[in-house]
């Protein structure tokens, strides 16, 4: 069963950073990309960031380009998400995925099948 659980929300003030934690089981690790996604209120899922496990290439959106940095940690089967200069429209549920095809490439929502249960970020004064 693959399982996907997101850790290091909270509260954080305009210009803070947090750092988010995606721990993955149930499927070869090595082999997939792990992409997080947000959704803020009323708002469509979108893609922030992702990540192939198996050669490092990263995909930003352009909104987090420069301030966010996604990384994994293969031998802990751990993707994170550090988000520094946050602002007050990052505001959301944050969400970590694995595709459903092994060696993926891309941040589209529709081709990932294994999500995580969101973890809330709320950045604000």
């Known amino acids: 069963e693959v399982q996907l659980v997101e850790s290091g929300g909270g509260l954080v003030q305009p210009g803070g950073s947090l750092r988010l934690s995606c721990v993955a089981s149930?499927?070869?690790?090595?082999?997939?990309?792990i992409g997080w996604f947000r959704q803020a209120p009323g708002k469509e899922r979108e893609g922030v960031s992702c990540?192939?496990?198996?050669?490092?290439?990263?995909y930003y959106a352009d909104s987090v380009k420069g301030r966010f940095t996604i990384s994994s940690d293969n031998a802990k089967r751990t993707s994170y998400l550090q988000m520094n200069r946050l602002k007050v429209e990052d505001t959301a549920v944050y969400y970590c995925?694995?595709?459903?095809?092994?060696?993926?490439?891309?941040?589209?929502?529709?081709?990932?099948?294994?999500w995580g249960q969101g973890i809330q970020v709320t950045v604000s004064s």
């Open positions: 995925a694995a595709p459903m095809i092994a060696y993926y490439g891309g941040m589209s929502a529709r081709d990932f099948g294994s």
């Open positions: 149930g499927f070869p690790f090595d082999d997939y990309a």
């Open positions: 990540r192939s496990n198996e050669d490092g290439t990263t």
